[in-house]
């Protein structure tokens, strides 16, 4: 885990989110999940719809890889989103999720952004432990030396667990 950045864990709704700072945000989608929930659901109510609109309209689907930069213009806190799909749900694995960390912090990263804020890359919606499953992901998040902040947001029960999580991955 990169040394100089900095992780902060808040928690998923607009306040936080308007009130954290950063130069992106990733967004991660399932292929098969409407309306989209956590914090996709809570941009997309702050972008008025345009990304449901996306996902109607055939311009985006969700599956495993798939890749849109948008400009928020103001909308939001983050002047650039990036939406990553994650694939179908049912087939969603954590080394799936890994693969698709390490690939959006790299074209992330590719873009010049140095404080990215991003939610657990659907790991809270496995049945593996977060206890098992954080540690790897926040390696893959952090790896590379030229990210500064990092913030992860996640719904409300479960701020504390991934606080933790957290503090002991810093320790290791």
């Known amino acids: 885990m990169s040394r100089r950045a900095r992780i902060d864990v808040e928690v998923a709704n607009l306040r936080r989110l308007d009130d954290c700072p950063g130069d992106l945000l990733i967004l991660t989608v399932f292929a098969d999940e409407r309306p989209l929930p956590g914090l996709a659901g809570l941009a997309d109510w702050r972008l008025c719809g345009a990304l449901s609109r996306w996902f109607l309209e055939g311009f ?3 599956e495993a890889g798939e890749r849109v930069l948008y400009p928020t213009r103001g909308r939001l806190s983050h002047p650039k989103l990036f939406l990553l799909g994650l694939g179908p749900r049912a ?3 954590t080394d799936r999720a890994c693969l698709l960390a390490r ?3 790299a074209a992330a990263i590719a873009l010049g952004a140095a404080r990215i804020t991003c939610g657990l890359f659907g790991m809270e919606r496995l049945p593996t432990p977060l206890e098992r499953s954080v540690p790897e992901l926040l390696a893959t998040l952090t790896a590379d030396p030229a990210l500064e902040l990092l913030t992860l947001t996640v719904e409300a029960p479960l701020v504390d667990r ?9 320790q290791a």
């Open 60 to 62: 985006v689907t969700g």
């Open 91 to 93: 087939q969603h694995r």
């Open 103 to 105: 690939e959006g912090m």
């Open 162 to 170: 991934v606080k933790e999580i957290t503090g002991m991955a810093r």
